[in-house]
């Protein structure tokens, strides 16, 4: 296949992969903040233990019809790997009772220069001037449309910064997983999704009643909330495996500065869905910043030497040394 045609067909799956993971984001989004305005169901932990058993089962399904090949994960990454994700999910849902919403936010951004940070150190990434800039860009775009305001207490601070740098770890961990040992991302999901499901779902309910004050066994199902559970359940699927998927084939970074678009259409939706009340000209404003500077670090990011390991980097400067010995 030439050169060309590969780099189109990779365009085309990058290009994919991101509408999947965008499309099943929002939609799980809208379809949980339903669930919980209209319906009440605010067991937001238990919730996610459910999508992750939905996903065990889908798993256990495609591996059962051969679509899955066998794989092996160490039980201490696997470990280590839940741990980081529980306490990601656990610690969002904490940091968000326990701070404003504009210091939430302010903990959400944070996580771009996190991960940063971690591929600096873990994988030797450098970052030109431009990348730089055009997070910087997209930091400043979301914070301007989201935060509002900003208060900060000392148990909210602790549970924001156990959030952000579980999260971090955790998709970083995504990325070093699925390079290490080979796997694809219904392998890593094959592994990942059934340890997940059992802690969370055993965990859930207890950690629901100690944020809501309310038990998930005195909840009121009927048909309506019983299908939107499962409506969020079957996003969800899409949700966990395009997360892996976009993760694995860019990085933790990327993930995290171009998914602010899903912050984006998340708000645009709310205002048609669920009221304009919050759309003003400062949002409006933000969200301009914010889709310009997506655009400014996916240009820059992909130039040579926009976001290279060290070794990448002296390689080329090695070349361009004995070129210009040539001449």
């Given at each position: 296949?030439?050169?060309s045609?590969?780099?189109?067909r990779k365009?085309?799956i ?12 929002v939609g799980?989004?809208i379809v ?11 067991f937001?932990?238990?919730?996610t233990?459910l999508?992750f058993a939905t996903?065990t089962l889908?798993?256990g399904?495609?591996?059962c019809?051969g679509?899955?090949?066998g794989s092996?994960l160490?039980?201490?990454?696997l470990?280590?790997?839940?741990l ?5 999910i ?5 940091s968000?009772m326990w701070?404003?919403?504009g210091?939430?936010q ?5 996580m771009?220069?996190v991960?940063c940070?971690?591929e600096v ?17 997209v930091?400043?775009?979301?914070g301007v449309?989201?935060?509002t ?22 998709q970083?961990?995504v ?6 040992y080979s ?9 990942t999704a059934?340890?997940?499901?059992a802690?969370?779902?055993?965990v ?7 944020l809501?004050k309310?038990r998930?066994?005195a909840y009121?199902?009927?048909?309506a ?8 359940c079957?996003i969800a ?5 395009s997360?892996?998927?976009c993760?694995g084939?860019f990085?933790?970074v990327?993930f995290?500065?171009l998914g602010?678009m899903k912050?984006?259409?998340v708000l645009?939706?709310g205002?048609?869905f ?5 759309l ?5 404003f933000?969200m301009?910043?914010a889709v310009?500077g997506m655009?400014w670090y996916?240009?820059?990011s ?5 976001k290279a390991?060290?070794s ?10 004995e ?5």
């Open positions: 296949m030439p050169p045609s590969k780099a189109d365009a085309a990058d290009i994919a992969a991101w509408m999947f993971n965008v499309v099943t984001s799980i989004i949980n903040k339903a669930l919980m305005s209209m319906y009440g169901f605010s937001a932990t238990t919730l233990g999508h996903t889908m798993t399904v495609l591996r019809l679509y899955i090949q092996h160490p039980l201490p990454e470990l280590k790997f839940v980081f994700a529980n306490f990601s656990v610690g969002m849902n904490v968000l701070n404003s919403v210091f939430y302010i903990a959400k951004l944070s771009i220069p991960s940070l971690l150190v873990f994988d030797k990434i450098r970052y030109s001037r431009d990348t730089k800039l055009s997070i910087l860009v930091l400043l775009g979301v449309c989201t935060v305001d900003v208060s900060v207490n000392t148990k909210g601070f602790l549970a924001a910064f156990i959030a952000v740098w579980s999260t971090s770890m955790q970083y961990y990325h070093f997983l699925q390079r290490k796997l694809t991302s219904f392998n890593l999901l094959g592994h059934p340890a997940q499901a802690s969370l779902l055993l859930g309910p207890f950690l629901d009643y100690w809501t309310k998930i066994d009121g199902f009927n048909l909330s019983t299908a939107f559970i499962l409506l969020s079957t699927v899409g949700t966990n495996l997360q892996f998927i993760i084939r990085t933790a990327s995290q500065v602010h912050t984006i259409l645009v939706l205002f048609i669920f009221g304009k009340e919050g003003n000209l400062q949002v409006v933000g301009v910043i310009l655009i996916g240009n820059a992909a130039k040579p030497g926009g390991r060290c990448q980097l002296i390689s080329r400067s090695t070349a361009s040394e070129a210009d010995e040539k001449v």
